[in-house]
């Protein structure tokens, strides 16, 4: 943010940026109704690299003592929705198992698109970067074609990918983010969603509804607890997993058990992530941080909710974010625009948990206590939880017509990577 010189009115004003798709959109607010900027911490913060991480993993053993040379080895991977940079961990870890004596014939991608599209031969060759000649093999999971494996103490019927539990050896790489109902990303959660069956990803997520499942809690998150059992009926051995600043740089790494590796890189996301306000705002402009963040509103709505805890009650949360793909789930863009109150939602879903619509559901929470704006030059929308702009600015006269010319605002440019708390 940057100060301008005062206007003809006597108005000092200042120039924002945030980032938009693969640019970004500037625009320019008076200073006296900027209330706070609140971004993550992670410039103050550098910890080991991968290389280092993998020569110190917590809770196993190094990956040359785990895995033999005859192994077959999949790697499961996040999909291009996520910011994860795989392409830059994965030759740390090749690097590593070919130490092991594990061949190219041996090594094998596995894609967690979870219930996410297939990829491109482009997106997969940009995702893998300059290591696909190393594998045999690049392959998208789909749900429909899975493996039992057993059942959790939650009741969840795990089904995995059977590319996923053929292997000798399973390892994910994968970034810990803040999650509205996981606590985390990150860890066991590469195996549900990422490889897992419909059936599986719906139960666990109908766990969102229960109490605990929460942005940033892990311990008794029924969420978080079901799904670490399911990855490890599912046999997940191994994980790489990094924390990333808002400029997706690795802030710090951690390989390992997946549980054991994960918890220290949560704590490391709390200390970025949890940024402590002074009051809340009537208006929160936020961006989920560009792209892949943005790419539809069923990834960036996780924007809106970290947004949700800035905004005071009948204020307006506005979100700027490109949704190249739309709504990127026709079951949660049409129970969005069926709707037509917002109670009417969460009983529909009490009646029968219904994967994409658990995220109208989750919206629908906020609208009851806040209007939601999204900036988009790519998805129309006016509905009973949301509605759309084209223009930033726009959105932004609305939002002062609405509350008022003095309306405090409150901005989060890295939105998904911020989770703002009243400092006790």
Known sequence: MRKERPTAAGSLRVQVSLRY??????????????LDVVKPKSSFLRGQSVSKALTAPIGADPLQKLVDRKDRVTILVSDVTRPCPTDRILPHVVRSLKKSGVTRDNLRILIGTGTH????PAEKTKLVGRSATSFSQIIDHTVDSVQQVGTTKRGTKVSVNPLFLDADFALAIGNVDVHYFAGYTGGYKAVVPGVAGKDTIERNHSLMTLPRAEPAIVESNPVREDLEEAGQLAGLRYIVNVVLDEANQVVAAFSGDPVAAHRPATKIVDSIAKVPIKEKADIVLASAGGYPRDINLYQAHKAIENASHAVKDGGIVILVAQCLEGWGNTT??????????????????????????????ALSKIAKSAEIIVVSDRMEADTILL??????????????D???????????PYAMNTLPAIAS
């Open 332 to 361: 949660f863009e049409k129970w969005s625009t069926d709707a037509s109150q917002l109670d009417e939602i969460g009983r529909r879903l009490s009646a029968g948990f219904v994967l994409g619509a658990h995220k109208a559901f």
């Open 21 to 34: 798709g693969r640019g970004s959109i500037k625009l320019e607010i008076p200073q006296d109704r900027v």
């Open 402 to 412: 609405s509350r008022g010319k003095n309306a405090s605002i409150l901005l989060m």
């Open 387 to 400: 509605k759309t702009f084209r223009k930033t600015q726009n959105a932004l006269e609305h939002a002062w």
């Open 117 to 120: 599209r297939s990829h491109t």
